[in-house]
């Protein structure tokens, strides 16, 4: 197993950036493919990025293309979300995900999840 703790949410102006961390012990990050997903209140959580193990493929939810940015570092165990050019839209309690089988892009498909973190955006 591994586990998943992020860093790096808070209260931002629209327009802002904050940079969320994902750290992991347990097990080696590289064994995994990663996913950053959002839950607003009243909301479904949502997929927001995806990379693979490898870093060499990245997916974005359309909502956050060219503003949002995923990388992992495997030699530090951690994934990344670079969050630029924030909206309000945006404000939810973000987590980082694990998924070592397969994935075909369902959120279910994840199999280990951290705590999450707020992220609030202010208009």
């Known amino acids: 197993q591994v586990q998943l703790v992020e860093s790096g949410g808070g209260l931002v102006q629209a327009g802002g950036s904050l940079r969320l961390s994902c750290a992991a012990s347990?097990?080696?990050?590289?064994?995994?493919?990663m996913g950053w997903l959002r839950q607003a209140p009243g909301k479904e959580r949502e997929l927001v990025a995806h990379?693979?193990?490898?870093?060499?493929?990245?997916h974005y939810a359309d909502a956050v293309k060219g503003r949002f940015t995923i990388s992992r570092d495997n030699a530090k165990n951690t994934v990344y979300l670079q969050m630029d050019s924030l909206k309000p839209e945006d404000t939810a309690v973000y987590y980082c995900?694990?998924?070592?089988?397969?994935?075909?892009?369902?959120?279910?498909?994840?199999?280990?999840w951290g705590q999450g973190t707020q992220v609030t955006v202010s208009s």
């Open positions: 347990g097990r080696t990050l590289s064994s995994y493919a």
């Open positions: 990379i693979t193990w490898s870093g060499g493929s990245t």
């Open positions: 995900a694990a998924v070592g089988g397969y994935y075909s892009g369902r959120v279910s498909e994840y199999e280990f």
